[in-house]
């Protein structure tokens, strides 16, 4: 079942683990929606500068230190998505305490091991 998900942290450079996972989310046909720094594409998934009000987000990937969070909070709270992923690295318990109080899902995880053992 496809899950629309929003990576936040994306990269045109192929060795970063942000690369990987829309490569590897679109190969299991999610549909996937990205941002990151530089606006370009992977995959043919358009990766967007702004943060987009996308609609009908499943999951958030983030690939962002817990620093750089921060401007994300809000954003990712109105998106209302089911769950967020708090790959390697990411882990931010202040974040965690408010998608707790806003119903959303969360958990430290990475989207590729998830993808690969069929459990995303």
Same mark, same amino acid.
């Given at each position: 079942?496809?899950?629309?998900? #929003?990576?936040?942290?994306?990269?045109?450079?192929?060795?970063? $683990?942000?690369?990987?996972?829309?490569? +590897?989310? *679109?190969?299991? &046909?999610?549909?996937?929606?990205?941002?990151?720094?530089?606006?370009?594409?992977?995959?043919?998934?358009?990766?967007?500068?702004?943060?987009?009000?996308?609609?009908?987000?499943?999951?958030?990937?983030?690939? #962002?230190?817990?620093?750089?969070?921060?401007?994300?909070?809000? $954003?990712?709270?109105?998106?209302?998505? +089911?769950? *967020?992923?708090? &790959?390697?690295?990411?882990?931010?318990?202040?974040?965690?305490?408010?998608?707790?109080?806003?119903?959303?899902?969360?958990?430290?995880?990475?989207?590729?091991?998830?993808?690969?053992?069929?459990?995303?």
């Amino acid at each position: 079942m496809s899950k629309k998900t #929003l990576v936040i942290g994306a990269s045109l450079k192929s060795d970063r $683990y942000s690369n990987r996972a829309i490569k +590897k989310l *679109v190969a299991h &046909n999610n549909e996937v929606v990205a941002i990151g720094l530089r606006a370009g594409v992977v995959a043919n998934v358009e990766i967007d500068t702004d943060k987009v009000a996308y609609q009908n987000i499943d999951t958030v990937s983030l690939y #962002l230190n817990p620093k750089r969070q921060a401007d994300y909070f809000d $954003y990712i709270i109105s998106l209302n998505p +089911k769950r *967020v992923i708090f &790959n390697p690295g990411t882990e931010n318990p202040e974040f965690y305490k408010l998608l707790e109080a806003n119903n959303i899902a969360f958990e430290e995880a990475c989207t590729l091991v998830l993808l690969s053992i069929n459990q995303f």
